[in-house]
């Protein structure tokens, strides 16, 4: 994996992409099996690349046509995420010429998250010689981030507790 966008981590176009001509550097992707809804898939993936800085305040995001013909659906699901997407304060519509990134979500320097990036990849490759499968790997990665926002915010049970058996205590080890 790469620091720039790709299409795989949906927030950005592979080559020759119709949203990359139009003039998007975003290109959204659907995980039909995730259960989240179709709308919040695109909001998270513009908020995704606002944070790892692929998108910039005046970047065009696709059109509705853009995104309906590329991913093959109803255009109202295309119009609630950019409505939600102006709701956060995130993008602006601009009649007749398309949707914008209008606001800022907190990042840090492309520097610092290629360290990063190193850093996780590495614990990836250790979690895989441990023998963990990719939904394992997510479920352990998940536990860890909700552990992480309990004890940052003091909220929940907090590290996991409650929670029976190892996992819990990986899940806390890991964060």
Avoid: C
Avoid at 22 to 37: D, H, K, M, Q, W
Avoid at 62 to 83: C, G
């Amino acid at each position: 994996m790469g620091a720039g966008p790709s299409a795989n981590d949906g927030t950005g176009p592979p080559a020759g992409d119709p949203a990359q001509a139009g003039g998007s550097p975003i290109a959204f992707r659907l995980e039909p099996g995730s259960g989240v809804p179709t709308y919040l898939q695109l909001v998270h993936q513009v908020e995704q690349a606002l944070r790892l800085g692929y998108l910039a305040q005046g970047d065009r995001l696709p059109t509705v046509k853009e995104a309906v013909e590329s991913l093959a659906i109803n255009p109202n699901t295309v119009l609630k995420a950019y409505r939600e997407l102006e709701h956060r304060g995130l993008t602006a519509g601009k009649p007749g010429q398309g949707t914008f990134i209008a606001g800022a979500l907190r990042r840090v320097g492309l520097a610092e998250q290629a360290k990063l990036r190193k850093s996780l990849m590495g614990w990836l490759r250790a979690a895989d010689d441990a023998g963990l499968d990719v939904d394992g790997i997510e479920a352990l990665f998940a536990a860890s981030v909700r552990d992480f926002r309990e004890r940052r915010t003091g909220s929940g049970s907090g590290s996991g507790a409650g929670r029976s058996g190892r996992a819990g205590t990986q899940a806390r080890g890991v964060a």
